[in-house]
């Protein structure tokens, strides 16, 4: 995991304001989030996985027409999207009661490059509501965790970005094919758990009832 000059004092104020809030009991934190404030949050803020879409939909079409770096650039733009911005984003205003306080750590934890180091936080997240393992969630036939190979793909893009690497067409459809199981494999049976669905362009919304 890559180290970056902010993470130390976002984390030392990560940890005071989790001392803070919840000063004998640190680990109810992430199990006090309910479903039902987390559903409250997507309603009010359904397109907040537009950008997540419309960048998958920017590396398909990129990919179709040759343009294999690019196309792995917006899928691992997707990838982080979806993790972050659709799904610790709400982690974080769940947990801090203030707007206030609550922009200002999503400003720095989810506006920084990477997701490795919430890993063990979406892991929780994923396993309090939809009651599995994140770490074993994986693309079918393939024995990597698909939260590993993102990993990848997230390092291949930093390649391409920093040091001006090319790609084959092959690391492109397989960044691509992680984009799209990050969304099918993760995101939506997160949703689904909590009583919400997908709709139009990336809309969230009720599911309906059986």
Same mark, same amino acid.
């Given at each position: 995991?890559?180290?970056?000059?902010?993470?130390?004092?976002?984390?030392?104020?990560?940890?005071r304001?989790?001392?803070?809030?919840?000063?004998?009991?640190?680990?109810?934190?992430?199990?006090?989030?309910?479903a039902?404030?987390?559903?409250l949050?997507?309603?009010?803020?359904?397109?907040?996985?537009?950008?997540?879409v419309?960048?998958?939909?920017?590396?398909?079409?990129?990919?179709a027409?040759?343009?294999?770096p690019?196309?792995?650039?917006?899928?691992?733009?997707?990838?982080?999207?979806?993790?972050?911005?659709t799904?610790?984003?709400? *982690?974080?205003? #769940? &947990?801090?009661? !203030?707007?206030?306080? @609550?922009?200002?750590i999503?400003?720095? $934890? %989810?506006?920084?490059?990477?997701?490795?180091?919430?890993?063990?936080?979406?892991?929780?997240?994923?396993?309090e509501?939809?009651?599995?393992?994140?770490?074993?969630?994986a693309?079918?036939?393939?024995?990597?965790?698909?939260?590993?190979?993102s990993?990848?793909?997230?390092?291949?893009?930093?390649?391409i *970005?920093?040091? #001006? &690497?090319?790609? !084959?067409?092959?690391? @492109?459809?397989?960044?691509?094919?992680? $984009? %799209?199981?990050?969304?099918?494999?993760?995101?939506?049976?997160?949703?689904?758990a909590?009583?919400?669905t997908?709709g139009?362009?990336?809309r969230?919304?009720?599911?309906?009832i059986?």
């Amino acid at each position: 995991m890559s180290y970056e000059p902010g993470d130390d004092a976002f984390g030392e104020m990560y940890e005071r304001i989790s001392e803070e809030l919840y000063p004998e009991h640190k680990e109810q934190a992430v199990t006090e989030f309910t479903a039902e404030r987390l559903q409250l949050f997507y309603l009010s803020n359904p397109m907040v996985m537009r950008p997540a879409v419309d960048s998958l939909q920017e590396g398909k079409r990129l990919l179709a027409n040759g343009h294999s770096p690019a196309a792995v650039v917006f899928c691992a733009t997707a990838i982080e999207l979806l993790l972050k911005a659709t799904v610790l984003q709400p *982690i974080v205003y #769940g &947990l801090v009661h !203030s707007a206030g306080l @609550a922009e200002i750590i999503v400003k720095y $934890a %989810v506006g920084q490059t990477g997701f490795d180091r919430y890993r063990e936080l979406l892991s929780r997240l994923y396993q309090e509501l939809a009651s599995l393992d994140l770490t074993k969630v994986a693309r079918d036939g393939v024995s990597n965790s698909l939260i590993d190979e993102s990993k990848r793909v997230q390092e291949l893009r930093n390649g391409i *970005i920093h040091k #001006g &690497l090319s790609c !084959s067409t092959s690391e @492109a459809d397989h960044a691509y094919s992680v $984009a %799209v199981a990050v969304f099918q494999k993760i995101v939506v049976p997160m949703l689904w758990a909590i009583g919400l669905t997908v709709g139009d362009k990336g809309r969230i919304e009720r599911r309906p009832i059986a």
